[in-house]
């Protein structure tokens, strides 16, 4: 079955540490999303990559970086100048930019 | 700046009907979808609008008014699985996806 995969699904991470957040689709897909989200809050857009080799900054892409080396993978690094990361987050992807997005099923990081 | 507003949380009774209500403003506008997400679960896409209207989809519809802004979700014949929150997200004139908070559905017995 053609899904998106996302690990892990609880992340623990100490002050002053990166981390990467995986995430994988073989859905064919072009398009792939971050999100972030917090309680109370609708959905952040951090990175969006609409092609292999190239990605855009959503709106609180500060504090993280991504790659998008393959089609199906476009992992998410949490750097150490994210002040406040704990959150969930959520990998997306889409046919283009007209299409719903399909999600993973998150990632739970917690800084300790 | 964009917005979408929803109602932070609704309670029904099972078997019963509930509408949950989205406006938007946005600049530009590509279509509304709505999409269900259990506590601690990943989104599920339940339905797309661009046209005014209602699209109908077995206990779900969705109708949208282009006009005013303005779209909402109808349930019917609740069930206790339809306990989730539900979020309405606008796609604008740039094809970037704009998320509402969302609404959380309390389903009573």
């Known amino acids: 079955d053609g899904g998106i995969t996302q690990s892990p699904k609880y992340l623990f991470r100490k002050e002053g540490q990166n981390v990467t957040l995986s995430c994988e689709q073989n859905l064919n897909h072009d398009a792939m999303y971050w999100y972030r989200q917090d309680p109370g809050q609708g959905l952040r857009l951090i990175y969006y990559s609409q092609i292999v080799n190239d990605f855009q900054k959503g709106d609180i892409a500060e504090g993280y970086s991504v790659s998008r080396e393959k089609k199906e993978s476009f992992p998410l690094t949490v750097t150490s100048a994210q002040k406040n990361p704990t959150a969930f987050y959520l990998c997306a992807s889409s046919i283009g930019d007209r299409g719903e997005d399909t999600f993973g099923s998150g990632t739970r990081l917690t800084v300790v | 700046g964009q917005n979408i507003d929803q109602p932070t949380e609704m309670t029904a009774t099972e078997g019963a009907i509930v509408q949950i209500n989205c406006t938007y403003q946005?600049?530009?506008?590509?279509?509304l979808f709505w999409y269900q997400q259990h506590a601690g679960e990943a989104p599920t896409f339940l339905s797309y609008n661009v046209l005014d209207g209602l699209e109908e989809k077995g206990r779900f519809s969705s109708f949208l008014s282009r006009s005013k802004g303005y779209s909402y979700l109808l349930l019917k014949e609740l069930q206790m699985k339809d306990s989730a929150s539900y979020l309405c997200?606008?796609?604008?004139?740039?094809?970037?996806?704009?998320w509402g908070a969302g609404t959380k559905l309390i389903i009573k017995p």
């Open positions: 946005t600049s530009g506008f590509n279509g």
């Open positions: 997200a606008v796609r604008d004139g740039n094809y970037q996806l704009i």
